[in-house]
Every structure is written in structure tokens, then in C-alpha cells.
């Protein structure tokens, strides 16, 4: 029993000198600002790339060199729901919006490389006072991280790319002929004055006796009433012999004879 107890107590005694050494440095490095001992720091454990190899990413040139490193392309295929949405807000904007679908395609169809992103794995922390950080780390989760390494592109992407070009200027296409015909066929004055409106040719019943409208055109025809003489009625389809005409809400057919056109 006596050498168990000895070896407890002197693993304690091993375990709190050590924290008192550690405690001294990190006291010491306060004071002395790390020039007394070994610093001792408490860091983030995010595994962000530093700066200096993020600089040393943008002069990779090859594209066996950028994959080499770990970088992704970025997909050059185009965005159904994105393209739909940009497609239905350029209606609105009368020649910038075909403007705007030729340089997508000019900008497509010129294009030679492509922009890689990187995967970083950064920690999920959680408020927790009981350590000194006043958080504890939970695990982590890659995020998509932009970049500003190029390189050239492969022969599936130009070809995507020069599809997407197409697409594009299909689309310039469709918007300035939808805004070219809106344009021609609606009122942009806002003035009704200016407007041509359309001829109306009335009818002036000549008859003495007056005018019968009949439901057919032929004097045995059902009569739907009888027009006073010197009225005028509204020329629906003038024909040879009968006219059709309307008169208080009604249509029907009146002889010819009996008509004086006028204009209105």
C-alpha cells in the first residue's frame, strides 16, 4: 500500500508542477510580452488557410497545379432558376434588357478559364463558460470559400461555355421583340386625344312612315320595332339590299333604301 500511496502522491506533486510551470510562463509572457519563456497561447483551432499561402495560391498558373493544391472549379453551367428569374425582371426595362442578355453572351463566348474555390474546415462552437475561451468546440463543417485562382479551361467547359453564349443571346432576342412589340402596339403619350379613333358610319332613316328592323333580311322577317323617321342607327355590316344595324340596344336588319350613310 505504501508504494501505491507514493506513487499517487507523486504523480500529484508531478501534475502540479507542471501546472504551475505553465502558469508562470503564460504569467510571464503578460508581463515580459513573450521574451521571458516560451510563449504559451490558447488559438483557434479553425484550420484556416493563413494569408500567406492564400497569396501563394494566386500565382498558380497551370491547372494541374491549382488541383494539385486542392482547388475546385467552378461550375460554368448556367442556373435554371437564376437565368428564369433575370429572364422575367429584364421585361421591365425597355432596351437594357436586351443589352443586358448580349453581354452574358459576349462575356460567355469570350471567356478562356474558369475560378477555383477552395474547402475550408472551420469549427462550430458553442457559449460555454466553463472554459477560458468562454466556448467549446463542438466539430466542424466545410464551407466554400472564393478564391482569385484562374486557369485555363477544359475543352467540356469552353464548349458549355460557348452553349451558354447561345442561350444567352436567344434570350436578347426574346426580350427585344416582346419590348419592341409592346412598344408599337401600346399608347406611351398617356393621351387618348392623340389616339386615331374609329370611323362609326351611322345611318339616317329616310321613310316618312318609318323603319322596320327584322330579325332576318326579308320582309317577312319578325319586326323588333319600328324606327321613326329622321333617327339614326348605328352601321353594323352594310350590305346590298339590307343593312345590320343597331338601334336602342337592339340589332337587327333594315332595307337599304330607306338609309342615308353619314359619318360620325
Not at 8 to 27: T, Y
Not at 126 to 149: A, I, W
Not at 218 to 234: E, L, Y
Request: with cysteine; glycine share 6%.
Amino acid at each position: 500500500m505504501s508504494f501505491i500511496n507514493n506513487l499517487f502522491k507523486g504523480f500529484v506533486r508531478s501534475a502540479v508542477n507542471q501546472v504551475g510551470r505553465d502558469g508562470g510562463k503564460v504569467i510571464s509572457n503578460k508581463v515580459y510580452g513573450d521574451k521571458h519563456s516560451k510563449p504559451i497561447r490558447i488559438v483557434d483551432n479553425s484550420h484556416s488557410q493563413s494569408q500567406a499561402h492564400k497569396v501563394s495560391r494566386e500565382n498558380l498558373v497551370s491547372r494541374g497545379d491549382v488541383e494539385s493544391e486542392g482547388l475546385f472549379p467552378e461550375s460554368v453551367n448556367i442556373s435554371i432558376v437564376k437565368v428564369i428569374f433575370s429572364f422575367l425582371f429584364t421585361f421591365i426595362f425597355p432596351i437594357v434588357g436586351p443589352i443586358y442578355w448580349i453581354y452574358k453572351s459576349i462575356k460567355s463566348f469570350s471567356k478562356r478559364s474558369v475560378r477555383f474555390y477552395s474547402i475550408e474546415r472551420i469549427g462550430i462552437y458553442k457559449e460555454d463558460k466553463r472554459f477560458k475561451t468562454g466556448r467549446r468546440l463542438e466539430g466542424y463543417r466545410d464551407v466554400k470559400s472564393k478564391t482569385n485562382v484562374t486557369a485555363e479551361a477544359t475543352d467540356k467547359e469552353l464548349k458549355t461555355l460557348k452553349i451558354n453564349a447561345i442561350i444567352y443571346l436567344v434570350l436578347a432576342c426574346i426580350v427585344g421583340y416582346v419590348q419592341y412589340d409592346w412598344i408599337m402596339n401600346s399608347d406611351l403619350s398617356g393621351d387618348d386625344d392623340l389616339i386615331p379613333k374609329e370611323k362609326v358610319e351611322l345611318g339616317l332613316i329616310n321613310s316618312n312612315s318609318g323603319l322596320n328592323m327584322r330579325y332576318d333580311s326579308t320582309t317577312t322577317g319578325d319586326i323588333i320595332n319600328s324606327i321613326p323617321n329622321q333617327d339614326t342607327v348605328k352601321i353594323i355590316n352594310k350590305g346590298a339590299a339590307w343593312h345590320y344595324v343597331e338601334y336602342n340596344n337592339e340589332k337587327g336588319y333594315v332595307s337599304s333604301s330607306y338609309i342615308d350613310i353619314i359619318q360620325n
